[in-house]
């Protein structure tokens, strides 16, 4: 089992959202209608844990030449905006603003090469800068070649966040409360699925 920092993730996964975006060389691109990370949520309550389902949806992004990908990640691509309903005025432009951005390199020579139906597993380095921290971490991703024209990006093991660590973080934790989540969990554990698709 992997856990990782929720600086690794931004909220909810975040993770690791996480963790997705390593796209490969600058002819592909993500297909926001098809990429998300999922999260899920356990909230201790008085009549016991209760799991729930959240996600950062619509991840987009292209890569430069050398397979670079830069991905801010932002609390209005997350269903936490449907569940908490109209925002007051002073907090619509919170919604906006990056809560970490992402950044990672894949070898784009090495999705070129890989035959429709196969898969490989990379380890990547995630630089994850959220406030005025920034940490790399590796973490492993399968890429699976649906098509000469798409590839699917998924965790490659199990990723969990930190439920302490979470609820720890000032900004994390004022979501959490607007949520409902006084308390949740240790684990939120964290699943990609997301498409590559050519420009």
Aim: aromatic share 4%.
């Amino acid at each position: 089992m992997q856990r990782r920092s929720i600086a690794s993730l931004p909220v909810l996964g975040p993770t690791l959202f996480i963790l997705l975006l390593a796209l490969p060389a600058a002819a592909w691109e993500l297909d926001p209608a098809q990429s998300r990370v999922a999260a899920t949520v356990v909230q201790i309550a008085p009549e016991g844990p209760i799991p729930r389902q959240h996600e950062v949806r619509r991840l987009s992004g292209t890569t430069e030449a050398d397979g670079t990908l830069v991905l801010p990640l932002r609390l209005a691509q997350s269903d936490v905006i449907e569940r908490m309903g109209p925002l007051p005025p002073w907090l619509s432009g919170f919604t906006e603003r990056p809560m970490a951005t992402l950044t990672t390199r894949f070898p784009p020579e090495r999705l070129e090469r890989l035959p429709v139906g196969e898969s490989l597993v990379e380890v990547l380095m995630l630089s994850v800068q959220s406030g005025n921290s920034t940490r790399s971490e590796p973490l492993a991703v399968r890429f699976t070649r649906e098509s000469p024209e798409r590839v699917r990006v998924t965790n490659a093991k199990r990723v969990a966040l930190d439920g302490r660590e979470l609820m720890a973080d000032p900004t994390l934790r004022s979501v959490m409360l607007l949520l409902g989540y006084e308390q949740i969990g240790d684990e939120v554990p964290v699943n990609l699925d997301a498409v590559l698709v050519r420009r």
